[in-house]
C-alpha cells in the first residue's frame, strides 16, 4: 500500500503557511492549504485502486500464460 497520500494534508497546511507568510496573511494561507490538502487527498486514493487493480491484472494474466504453458507441455508429452 502506497501512504504518500497521507502527506498531502500536511504538505498543503505547510505550503499554505509559506505562502500565507509571503503574502502576509498566514492564518489564510494555513486554511487554504489545508483546505486544498483536504480536496486532493480523495486522488490519491482514486489512483492508488487504479493501480491496485491494473496490478491484480497483471498478476492474473502472468498466472493464465503459466498455466497455459504448463498444459502445452503436458499434453505433448
Given amino acids: 500500500m502506497d501512504h504518500t497520500r497521507y502527506y498531502v494534508i500536511p504538505g498543503g497546511l505547510i505550503l499554505g503557511l509559506g505562502i500565507g507568510l509571503m503574502v502576509g496573511n498566514p492564518g489564510a494561507g494555513m486554511l487554504i492549504g489545508l483546505g486544498l490538502g483536504f480536496l486532493i487527498s480523495p486522488l490519491f486514493v482514486l489512483f492508488e485502486k ?28
Fill in 50 to 77: 487504479k493501480n491496485n487493480r491494473k496490478k491484480q491484472l497483471e498478476n492474473r494474466l502472468e498466472r493464465l500464460e503459466k498455466k497455459i504453458e504448463n498444459d502445452d507441455h503436458s499434453s505433448s508429452a
